[in-house]
């Protein structure tokens, strides 16, 4: 508490017991309120200047890495005549299996390789009325050899040659070690939050104090050079390599 600040309070507390010991007026009373509404003020009006003694800055930490860890969405369709569901079933747990089998040859892990239900949906022609099925099963590779599943993902003749409709193929790209990289890039933003508010207290004749407090803004990892910002953040999976940048508003203390 400044100075000033115990004075008025021990003002205060001698006015208090002189008037317990001497007062013979209730006009004392009201002497001794307006002395505690000054203390009172006085402090209101301390933390209202305090607040104009601190800094506030935005520092600002970017990186360029690279993804260690892929995951290959392959959606595979088949279409089935009105009476050749239960076939179409069977052809496509054979075809699956066959391109698991494919995967698992080309070095994967079994562990490495989900396969999801098979769906059905009916189709139609265009007089409305059914004309058999559409067949589709899902399957999920993730592995941290990038090379040789963008290898295979742009070179789907194994599918072709089966006969089997590719109906979608997506790679993500992801990083394992996300939560490492985001405290890495959050001390480098609040090393520069320091520095400029080094750069502006000195430029001010001013005396930088300690940190008050600091506010971690969202991460935006998207494409390198990318100008692309959200205020909820972005976590871009479409390319290999990726740019994580991050925001921090810090407030110091001026002295």
Do not use: C, H
């Not at 009476?83 to 070095?107: I, P």
């Amino acid at each position: 508490m400044p100075f000033f600040l115990v004075i008025i309070a021990a003002l205060v507390v001698a006015a208090i017991l002189i008037w317990m010991k001497e007062s013979k007026t209730p006009y004392a009373l009201l002497g001794v309120a307006f002395i505690v509404g000054i203390t009172i003020f006085s402090v209101f009006f301390w933390q209202s200047r305090k607040a104009e003694t601190s800094l506030r800055v935005v520092g600002y930490s970017s990186k360029i890495f690279e993804s260690d860890l892929v995951k290959w969405n392959v959606s595979l369709q088949k279409s089935v005549g009105e009476n050749e569901l239960s076939s179409g079933y069977k052809t496509m747990n054979a075809d699956v299996k066959a391109f698991r089998d494919y995967l698992v040859s080309q070095g994967f892990k079994e562990d490495d390789i989900s396969v999801q239900p098979v769906t059905s949906f009916p189709r139609y022609d265009n007089y409305g009325n059914m004309s058999g099925y559409n067949l589709s099963q899902e399957i999920f590779l993730l592995s941290e050899n990038l090379d040789k599943v963008q290898e295979l993902s742009l070179n789907p003749d194994f599918i072709a040659d089966r006969g089997m409709v590719l109906q979608n193929s997506r790679l993500e790209y992801l990083y394992t070690k996300l939560p490492d990289l985001k405290k890495e890039l959050l001390a480098a933003a609040t090393e520069d939050a320091l520095a400029r508010a080094k750069e502006i207290s000195g430029s001010a004749n001013s005396k930088l104090g300690k940190m008050r407090e600091a506010r971690a803004g969202v991460f935006q990892i998207t494409e390198p050079f990318s100008t692309e910002v959200s205020d909820y953040g972005i976590y871009n999976t479409g390319t290999r390599k990726k740019s994580i940048s991050v925001t921090l508003t810090a407030y110091f203390y001026l002295r």
